[in-house]
């Protein structure tokens, strides 16, 4: 890995963990040492799991395939959802809904409910009910919205799910690994490393590492989806992900 990359690793503060008495012992390979009862995440750990996560991320977007961005916690979202948006991938950022994977064909029906509440306010129809009537239209419209419209354009259950924090998001990944979808994630000193397939390891709660390590692995699945051929291809109606080649 260029010098370049460690310089930004280390100014971001990526290898800042947790407090030493919050561990998860689990972790112990992915460690440097301790300073200031403060964990040091070793960077070689850390850059041996980017290199290994872009090289996946990057056969899956060469492959088609879908990849779910889930970051609900507040150093989050804002740089999920837009490197999600840069690099044409779904994405979860507020609330995870319980189902969004598992019970996918229902989410689906949600989001055709908001294509017809966005359908009623575009065209009017909604100015010809009751104040009453509108005013709880526009509620649901904007809690459907705010939990799905991250994921409206998902087709197809995704082939891995890019999360940080998956202590946080301990729900997506349970979902994720009940249907055996990959899970690719930035984890932290107190977290479990054996709950995902590609562990990161850094800190998951710096504005700046997040922003780093999303930014990162957004640049190898555009370099994948630029591998893709240029003829079009035709949409997949089947639920199921398409397979890849393996981790390994």
Known sequence: ????????????????????SRWNPKMRPYIYGRRNQIHIIDIKETIRGLIRAKKYLMRVAAHGSLILFVGTKRQAAASLEELATEC???FCTER??????????????????????EAMR?????????KKMQS???????????????????????ECLVVIDPNKEKNAVHEAHLLGIKVVALIDTDSDPDTVDLPIPGNDDSLRSIRLIAQHLCDA?????????????????????KPVPSIA
């Open 221 to 241: 699945i555009k370099q994948g989806k630029s591998l893709r051929p240029n003829e079009p291809k035709k949409a997949d109606p089947s639920d199921e992900p």
């Open 88 to 90: 044409g991938m779904p």
């Open 122 to 130: 575009e065209s009017g129809e909604i100015d010809t009910y009751s």
């Open 1 to 20: 890995m260029a010098e370049i990359v460690v310089k930004e690793i280390l100014d971001a503060g990526v290898h800042y963990g947790h407090r030493a």
């Open 136 to 158: 709880t239209l526009l509620r649901e419209y904007r809690k459907i919205y705010r939990n799905l419209n991250g994921i409206r354009d998902m087709n197809r259950l995704p």
């Open 96 to 117: 995870w809904l319980g189902g969004t994977l598992t019970n996918f064909r229902t989410v689906r029906a949600r989001l055709k409910r908001l294509e017809e509440l």
